[in-house]
Each structure stands twice: as C-alpha cells, then as structure tokens.
C-alpha cells in the first residue's frame, strides 16, 4: 500500500511538473498585452511602458518562469494584474463557492444515481429497467444551462421560492448560501446522476455475470445480500472512476452553469481573466485546478486500492 | 448488516437534502427597504481606482458616486461644478482658476484641499502615471496652490474642451494619503462610501454621511456583476436587481414595456459604431473604394437586425445629440447600384477580397454578417475573423494588420481621433489635422461648435470609415425608481438622484 501511494506521488508531482510548463508556455505565445488590455485605446506609449514595468513584463522568459513556480511552492501564488490583491486570495475566495457547489452537486448526483443505476441493473430487462433507461437518456440529452435556465423561470420568476442567481457569500449565513446553491446544484447533478446511473448499472450487470456470484449464491446467499456485499462493491471500480471524473468537472468545468445563476465561481475566474489578459491568475488559478484534479485522481487510486486489495499488493 | 447500513446512509442523506431544500424560502424574506437598491452591470471592474484603469466598469461604479473632480458631466452632457464651485478663466485661455467647496472631507476622514487636487493632477501627468486618458492632461503645465481654497492650473496651450476634460472619471480627485490604496479600497469625497466587493458578485457602497453636498436618498447601493443575458432577464423578473441600466438582453425588452411593475427607457450613448477601415491597405486607400462602400451598406438594416432597432443612424463620427450634431446622414445613402459604378470607376469592377476583424461584443459579431452580405452583393468578398479584445487590440488597434473592422467609440467628443498620427484608420489628412488644433485652441463655443461641423463634413466626405449608428442604450429598472439616467454622456451609473417613489 506504501510503495503504492508513494509512486503515485511521484508520477503525480511530474504531471504537475509538466503542467507548469505546458500552462507558462501557452500564456506565452497567447497574443494580446495585458498593458493594453488595461489602460485602454487611449494608452500612449510611455503610460504602457510604466504598467508593463510596473507588472514584471519586461524580465526575461525563463526568470519569469522559475520565480512563477518558486513562488507557487512557497505558496505565493502572485498578484493579479487586474484586481491587484494577491491571486491566491482570489482563488480562496472563489473556491468557497465552487467547492461546496461541486461537492452538493455530487452529493445528490450519487444519491440519485446509486438507489436508480442499482434498480435497474437488478430488474434488468422489465418495465422498471427501461423507465429507468429512458429518463437517463433524457437527463444525458440535456444541455445542463438550458434545464438551469428552466429551473430559474420556474423556480425564481414564477414562484418565486428561490432567488435567481448570485452568492451573497458565507459571511450571511449558511443558510443563505446553501439556499443560492440549490438550483445550480440541480441543474449540475441530474446530467451527471444520468450519466452516473448508467454506468453504475452497466458495471452491476457485468459484475453479476460473474462465476463467483452464482458461487456465492451457490453457497446460500440471499439475492439481496449477494447483490449487496458482492455485486455493488465489485461494481464500485469503473463507478469510482466516473466519479472522480466528474468531480473534477464540477470544480472546474462549470463556467457555462456560473454564467447563467452569475455566481463567483473558479470557472468564471479563469475565463474572465483571460479575457482580460490577467495572465497571472489565468496561470497559477489554472495551476490550482491541475493540482486539484490531480489530488483528485490520487484519492480516486487510492479509494480504488481500499476497494480492491489486489491493487495494493500488485503493482 | 453492511447493506442495512448503506441505505440508513442513502436515507439520511435524502432526508438531509430535503431538509435544505425546505427550509430554504425561510430565509428568503428579504424584502426591499426602500432606500436600497441593487442595480446590475455587465462587466466587472478590474479595480476600482478610476485614474488607473481604461476600463469603463470603473466608473460605472464609482463616478460621481464615489469620486468626484473639480467638474462633472452632467445627465445630458453637460458641464456642471462639482469639487470646484467656480471657476475663471484668463483672457488668453492659459489659466484656470479655481474655487472650491468648503467642508469637503474624504471617506476617511481626512478633509479636502488645493493641495489634494494639486496632488491629483500632478500624478495623472507624472511620467510614471498610469493613467489611461493621460493626454487629458497632457497641455498642463504647472498646477498652484494660490490658498486653501483656490488652484490655479496653467496651461502651455489652449485647449477649449479642458474643462470638459477635468469631468472625466480619470481626472477625480484623491487625497494623497489613500491613492496607493483605491484599487481596492477607494476613498474619494462623494455620496457614498466603498463598503464591500465579493469579486465576481458585487460591490456595495454605503451613504457616506459626512457628504458635503445634498445628501442622497438612497442610504445603500449594490452593484451586481451579471453579464449573461438570461440571467440579467431572470434577475430583473424575479426582483433580484432593481435596476439595469445598460440592460444586455435587447430582445427581452418587449416583455418588460409590457409589464406595469417596469420602466423601460432607450436612450444614446456616446458610442459612434464605426465599420473601420484599413486608409492604407490596398482598394482602401481608393476614397472611390471607400466612397462605394459606405454606399452599399445598408445602415437601416442593420440596425434593425444587429440592434433590434436601438440605434440611431449617423453620417459622421459625431453624437446626434450634441449641439454642434451635423446630420450627415444623407451623404450615402443606400444604392449598391451607385456603389458598383463608383467600384468601376476606381478600378475594381470585379470586386476584391478583404478580411473583416471582429471583436467580441455583439453590435460587431451580428452587424459583421450583415455587412458581409451587403458587401457580396457589389463584389467584395469578406473574411470574417472573429477575434476575443485583447487580439483586437494588438493585431487591429496597435499593429493595424487588417482591412475591416467594426467598433463602438465610446469615449465621448472623440473626432480629434481621425487627427491622430498613426492612428489604427490610417488616416492621414493635414487640413483635417489643421482643424483640430484650431478646435483644441478655441474657447468660444460658437466658433468651436463651427469647426466641428466642419471636422464632421471633412471625414463624411472622405467617407474614412463608413458611419453606422450611434450605438442605442436600453435600461430597465423598476417602475418605482426615479432619478437613473436615460442618456449615457459618459459611461457612468450615477445613482445620486436616485430614490423610490413614496
């Protein structure tokens, strides 16, 4: 198990290695100075030399480059061009709320996912199943901002139960926060529960084909306990995966949802940065989210060891 | 066991998810106290220090609300005393003197004097300013403090738009304790204070109530940044923002005129949308070529299909609503028969081929496929390359590596561009030039208003760049405001006469 984790460690520190300078290198060569993106068409020259000296522009590439990932191990993480408050502040701050988005999205993906994908693996083939099947298809088909864009007109315009969009932020109470999550966590979960669902039963139905199910049932096991301690837990390898998967989606991927219910989410971060040329936050914000899907990947390798103790003593 | 467990775990969670999905319309009852109100923009500042940024989010939050200068733009343009209660200017135009308000303090306490606006301007003309509009201050050339009360500034020519200039949100006042500081937290003398900004969300301000001013009626403001259209629609529907000024989803609006509980009010910017053109590349430095194609773009069209109608046609590089405004528009009207014969005439009878840069905001986006279409039918075959703004603004603005382009101009009294050296049109004319600097000299208003229009006919006639519309603005806000502007003579929300009804 040691050695185990210890490999993946290392693997995981190159990936972040190589992360660094595939990111450094694309901001690189992106046309567009972010001097001129801030001071406008109006700028002369001189008032662009003063900023581009002022934000570190004129040092060569490879210093830039080596005080960029020193600072990061030493947890600075730079200022950012455009809000001028430190970039590892910006991140923190929005990380409150795509985190805790992420993580009630997922909550009640699974908690959607598991109950249905292990229903219709166990009724495979009846009525249940195919019910079961279709809305899948049905939740896979939607594009989640459209089904948000849905949620708000019912929910905000015509009932007026929950507000539109917006984070108040914490500081306002937990319960007004959660509140502000709860409609782009649906619109974010029920893709994903599809998605999820499927797999779940798909690697039910696999598992329970399996010799050492007839066995157990052989032995005197119920259908359900069979299910149960050998089926579902079998089946939990390809499921986990997918779950780490869209884990990472979740904190990352969901700028288009952040757009919609306007919350201050990583996503939008990152996109509004670029455009305006915010290279430094665009860099080490993006350098966050490598490192997290990365951490992710390592507990999802690690759940998979927990899961399966071949994996342990294998490699 | 193992499998009762489970689905205790599963059975809780649902409950627990319940549990948070009920309780939530609890804590939903915030209603409006009104002397509060929430308005959205679309963009989010980047800071919000306006004497250190070009972006005009800056001060949509923090002009004449937060900062203020020693004049300001008023509702329709014009100059009004703001920090200077008056002024007098010398006989030869070089020397401003102003008078200032008294009991002026800062948010912080710290009260206002000459020597603050001393500071202000010396650091907007220092050589390591970064200020975005430092040509505003570019004809300074001294700035005395005659006593507490009074400043002189000195200039080293004419300029007959100086004090229009000191009404930019880049010529605000800041004291030299906090100026350091107003990226983040700024401190200016107006109505009202900087509280918060959850970045990304929105930035709240306070009454400050040390004013020295009328006092306002609003005791708290928020500015929420929602720049997707559906949810700019939703907010506005569901009550969330009371207000929209610079509302971003102009096919929506049909449903709020309809509806009693909203106000919605269309009014002009300062933004002559312009499809520019390259004055050196190729067919295009032909003024014939030029000429035909101001002829075959249809200006109505394009309006009505890019704009939904939000536009007004224009025929020079001029606001329709200022006083020296030439109607131009009938120098070329829409004929792409005229517009082949004059293609003829200089030689391109078979048309040409050109790229046509876009930036991202959707007057460019829309109209280009438009004038893509227009311009097909007279021979000229467009390139569309859509581009994000910083592009833009390196490969068109800076390096003028393109043909076309179309942009909004949204600074205003902006025709002394086209007199600009190396300017991204290319334009290159010395009588035009010579009028700029007649205009730059002139303070009387007769005699400038008289060379305007002539700036005006000189460019319509060298059709430099084909004249769109002066870009239309629709606000929504609720039925019970008063006191938002209509007009954007500047690209401000100043929310200092606003208050609820009743």
Redesign the interface.
């Known amino acids: 198990m040691f050695s185990y984790g210890v490999l993946r460690l290392l693997g995981l520190s190159l990936t972040l290695f190589a992360a660094s300078i595939v990111v450094f290198v694309v901001l690189e060569v ?5 001097a ?9 020259e ?2 662009l030399a ?2 581009r000296e ?1 934000l570190g522009l004129n040092a060569p590439v490879l210093t830039r480059y080596v005080d960029w990932v020193l600072g990061m191990l030493q947890g600075d993480f730079g200022i950012s061009y ?4 430190p970039v590892s502040e ?1 991140i923190a ?2 990380a409150a709320v795509s985190l805790p988005l992420a993580a009630i999205a997922l ?2 993906s699974t ?1 959607i996912a ?2 249905i994908g292990i229903m219709a693996a166990r009724f495979r083939g009846k009525a249940l199943d195919t019910g079961i099947m279709g809305l899948t298809q049905v939740g896979i088909a939607l594009p989640n901002f459209w089904f948000a ?1 849905l949620l ?2 019912v929910f ?2 015509t009932l ?8 108040p ?1 914490w500081d306002q ?1 937990v ?2 926060g ?2 502000a999550l ?1 409609l782009p966590a649906i619109a974010l979960a029920l893709p994903q529960a599809a998605i999820l669902a499927r797999v779940m039963r798909s690697a039910l139905i696999d598992v329970m084909s399996e010799d050492y199910i007839r066995t157990a049932r052989a032995k005197g096991l119920s259908a ?2 069979t299910l ?2 050998h089926g579902v837990r079998n089946a939990l390898i390809p499921v986990l995966t997918i779950l780490g998967l869209q884990f990472s989606f979740l904190v990352a991927g969901t700028v288009i949802i952040e ?7 990583l996503g ?2 990152i996109f ?1 940065a670029i ?4 290279l430094i936050t665009v860099k080490s914000g993006v350098m966050v989210l490598v490192a997290l899907v990365v951490l992710i990947t390592f507990i999802v390798d690690l759940a998979y060891a927990a899961v399966d103790p071949r994996l342990r003593r294998g490699r | 066991m193992k499998v009762q467990g489970t689905l205790k775990a599963l059975r809780s969670l649902a409950v627990g998810v319940a549990l948070v999905v009920s309780a939530s319309p609890l804590a939903l009852s915030v209603a409006h106290a009104k002397s509060a109100l929430s308005l959205g923009i679309v963009l989010e500042p980047p800071h919000l220090d306006p004497t250190a940024g070009a972006a005009a989010a800056i001060d949509e939050v923090t002009y004449a609300n937060v900062f203020e200068g020693l004049t300001r733009i008023g509702p329709n343009g014009e100059v009004l005393p703001a920090l200077a209660k008056s002024w007098e200017i010398s006989e030869d135009g070089l020397t401003y003197t102003f008078e200032l308000q008294d009991g002026v303090t800062f948010h912080d306490g710290t009260p206002f004097s000459a020597e603050d606006v001393k500071f202000s301007l010396d650091r907007a003309r220092a050589e390591d300013s970064t200020n975005a509009q430092k040509p505003l201050f570019a004809a300074i050339s001294a700035v005395n403090v005659a006593d507490e009360d009074t400043v002189q500034v000195t200039l080293s020519e004419p300029v007959g738009s100086f004090l229009f200039n000191l009404g930019w949100g880049d010529a605000v006042i800041v004291s030299k304790e906090s100026a350091a500081g107003n990226k983040t937290n700024p401190i200016g003398t107006g109505p009202f204070k900087f509280d918060r900004w959850i970045k990304g969300q929105e930035i709240s301000l306070d009454r400050y109530e040390g004013y020295w001013g009328t006092p306002v009626a609003l005791e708290e403001a928020s500015f929420k940044v929602i720049a997707d259209p559906n949810a700019a629609f939703a907010a506005m529907m569901s009550g969330d923002v009371d207000a929209f000024p610079n509302f971003p989803a102009p096919e929506t609006l049909i449903q709020f005129e309809a509806d009693p509980r909203f106000k919605v009010a269309v009014g002009s910017t300062e933004g002559e949308t312009i499809l520019a053109m390259n004055n050196e590349s190729g067919p295009l430095s032909n003024k014939l070529v030029r000429q035909a194609i101001s002829h075959a773009v249809n200006k109505q069209a394009l309006i009505d299909g890019a704009m939904f109608g939000r536009g007004t046609p224009i025929g020079s590089h001029f606001a329709p609503h200022h006083p020296a405004y030439e109607d131009l528009t009938g120098t070329y009207t829409f004929d792409p028969e005229k517009a082949k014969e004059l293609l003829k005439e200089a030689g391109y009878a078979e048309g040409f081929t050109a790229t046509l840069k876009l930036p991202p905001p959707q007057y460019a986006r829309r109209g280009g496929e438009l004038i893509r279409s227009d311009l097909q039918k007279v021979g000229i075959n467009l390139e569309i390359v859509p581009l994000e703004w910083a592009q833009w603004l390196s490969e068109v603005f800076r390096e003028k590596n393109y043909d076309f382009t179309i942009v909004s101009h949204t600074e205003p009294m902006d025709i002394g561009i086209y007199a600009r050296d190396d300017y991204y049109f290319n334009y290159k004319n010395p009588a035009f030039d010579d009028i700029i600097t007649q205009l730059n000299r002139e303070t009387d208003e007769e005699k400038r208003y008289a060379l305007m229009k002539q700036a005006q006919e000189m460019i319509a006639a060298d059709a430099v760049n084909v004249f769109l519309f002066q870009l239309g603005k629709a606000g929504v806000w609720d039925a019970n405001l008063q006191g938002l502007w209509v007009n954007s003579p500047i690209q401000a929300n100043d929310i200092t006469g606003v208050s609820w009804k009743n």
């Open positions: 992106l046309p567009g100075d972010p001129q993106v801030m001071l406008g068409i109006s700028a002369q001189d008032t003063a900023l002022q455009t809000y001028n408050v910006l701050e929005r909550i009640l908690a598991f109950p864009i708000v007109y905000a315009i007026r139960l929950l507000p539109s969009g917006g984070f932020g109470g319960l007004n959660l509140e709860i359900r306990v149960w301690r757009n919609v219910f306007y919350l201050p989410g939008r971060l509004q455009t305006q040329r915010d």
